[in-house]
């Protein structure tokens, strides 16, 4: 199982970024596909979590209306779409799998991608 994470960067308040998971080694189509995320100093907390056929969304309390999942399964790759970027929101971003729905508990993470949020 490969999950690698790109897209992070450093952004304004109120910007956007838009995160990428490669993913690889696994039924890609069979697997909900997670977003977690560490800030400097705090642990490592559950973000958004997506359906096999992405009709189905989820998120934390403190990105709802902020965040978008989405995930196109013909290319193996789940994204992440962050707008009204709050510096709360700085942290490496990791996407995952296998996951117990709505906790940091996954059976596989990837590198994450490091988004800062400072003016």
């Known amino acids: 199982v490969q999950l690698q994470a790109s897209g992070g960067g450093l952004v304004q308040p109120g910007g956007s970024l838009r995160l990428s998971c490669a993913a690889s080694?696994?039924?890609?189509?069979?697997?909900?596909m997670y977003w977690l995320r560490q800030a400097p100093g705090k642990e490592l907390e559950w973000v958004s979590f997506?359906?096999?056929?992405?009709?189905?969304?989820f998120y934390a309390d403190s990105v709802k209306g902020r965040f978008t999942i989405s995930r196109d399964n013909a290319r193996n790759m789940v994204y992440l779409q962050l707008d009204n970027l709050k510096f709360e929101d700085t942290a490496v971003y990791y996407c995952?799998?296998?996951?117990?729905?709505?906790?940091?508990?996954?059976?596989?993470r990837g590198q994450g991608t490091l988004v800062t949020v400072s003016s």
């Open positions: 995952a799998k296998s996951c117990t729905s709505g906790t940091t508990s996954c059976e596989y």
């Open positions: 080694g696994f039924p890609f189509g069979s697997a909900w």
């Open positions: 997506i359906s096999l056929d992405g009709y189905r969304t």
